[in-house]
């Protein structure tokens, strides 16, 4: 069972920067592409970027700039950076991957922007 299990969300302040981690259970090798996803309250959940094996990593329009996903095929970790963050920001963050076969998700990591 791929299991994905995300870390360091927490309260940030306005103008700061967070560094998700998600670590895979197992080869990372497997999937075609993976990314992160983020919900915040009462709204859908929203794609952030997604990261391929090959060609460019693609972020969504009103994130570009300032976020950064990047992975490590030997750790088996994806991060996600975000900067300049404003309390729009504010959502659980989640990790995503993908295989031939199936779709999977992490638990969910909470960020709070706020002073």
């Known amino acids: 069972q791929v299991q994905l299990v995300e870390s360091g969300g927490g309260l940030v302040q306005p103008g700061g920067s967070l560094r998700l981690s998600c670590e895979v259970s197992?080869?990372?090798?497997?999937?075609?592409?993976m990314g992160w996803y983020r919900q915040a309250p009462g709204k859908q959940r929203e794609l952030v970027g997604m990261?391929?094996?090959?060609?460019?990593?693609k972020y969504a329009d009103e994130l570009k700039g300032r976020s950064t996903i990047s992975a490590d095929l030997d750790m088996n970790t994806m991060w996600l950076v975000l900067n300049s963050l404003t309390p729009e920001d504010t959502a659980v963050y989640y990790c995503?991957?993908?295989?031939?076969?199936?779709?999977?998700w992490g638990q969910g990591t909470q960020v709070t922007v706020s002073s």
């Open positions: 995503y991957a993908r295989d031939d076969s199936d779709a999977y």
């Open positions: 990261i391929f094996p090959t060609g460019p990593t």
């Open positions: 197992g080869s990372i090798r497997r999937f075609n592409a």
